[in-house]
């Protein structure tokens, strides 16, 4: 039984903010952040809206693109690392907000591979029978997760939302799936307070751990080999050539990242699809945003071959190869 993408939505925040806004706050300049990560902009979301909103507006596109109704989706799984709240899951918020009272929801948290790892879990769901359509969003505010006096890491990131509606396809639709992920490299990449490890206190306000710490250049390092070696990973389970491929969808952390992993497995970047300039870094979202750029723009034809990778906190990695067919 093939699966696939059935409906695919995207919704990225109006307010703009700019490489110039940030060296009125920050001591960076516009050439340090284009140079070393490729982003000129990207968007926050306004302070009325958490991840929920962004998700609602992008999985009613999504369910629009599908013809389907809010009632015919059997499961909600959100991709996300900035969660409305610690719980409930934003899934359930978001099953109420759009009405999909027949649904289950979760969300999975797996670092900016979220999404990745959710349309793998989905896929599981609809392939061994138990559900037949389900809604995978990647859905960031990851912006409030960063802290506005750390340049290393407040340059980087944007909010937004993709969401995606999984369902049997006649033709293509997803050959396989790879996930990853090692523990021993947690360190690199985390946002220390808030869980039951460290809860809030006066210590957690005054050393900001409440907001993410990352070392960049071990995340650099990861980022670089696992874009190559789970993308290989997965082309080589669906014998899928690498020279079949028709677009490289990476996640968007970096754009030194995206271009040395297309040189590494030699795509050129005239397949790569890079959304970074715009939308920085939107964590779990970026992968389904920068798919639906290429959708929107009409690009993506039925029969071309997918590669989407992504990698992050955890550390983990993922990677998806699937045939477009709609
Ligand atoms: N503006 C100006 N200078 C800066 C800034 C900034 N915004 N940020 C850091 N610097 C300085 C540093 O302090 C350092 O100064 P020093 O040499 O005086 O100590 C210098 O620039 C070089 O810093 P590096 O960290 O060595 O810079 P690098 O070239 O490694 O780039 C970056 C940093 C962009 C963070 C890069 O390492 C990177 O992109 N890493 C991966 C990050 C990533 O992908 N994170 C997301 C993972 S996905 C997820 O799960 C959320």
Redesign the pocket.
Known sequence: MMVGIVGLGSYVPEQVVTNADLEKI????DG??KS??GITERRFARKDQATSDLAQIAAERALEDAHLSPNDIDLIIVGT?SPDMLYPATACLLQEMIGARNAAAFDLQA??PGWVYAVTAGTQFIQSGMYKNVLVVGAEV?TRMMDNTD???????GDGAGATVLSTVEHGGFLSFELFADGSLAQY?TLPAGGSRKPFSKEVLKERSYF?K?D??A??RF?VREISRISKKVLDKANVPLESVDWFVP?Q??L??IQSGAQELGIPMEKVVVTIDKYG?S?AASIPIALDKIYTEGKLKNGDKVLMVS???GMTSGAIIMEWSR
């Open positions: 920050l001591d960076t300049t340090w952040i070393r990560s690392n670092g900016c990851i340049r290393g890491t407040y340059v980087l990131f990449l993410t990352m960049g250049q995340v650099f980022s996640h952390a970096n030194r990242i870094n964590s990698f992050g906190a």
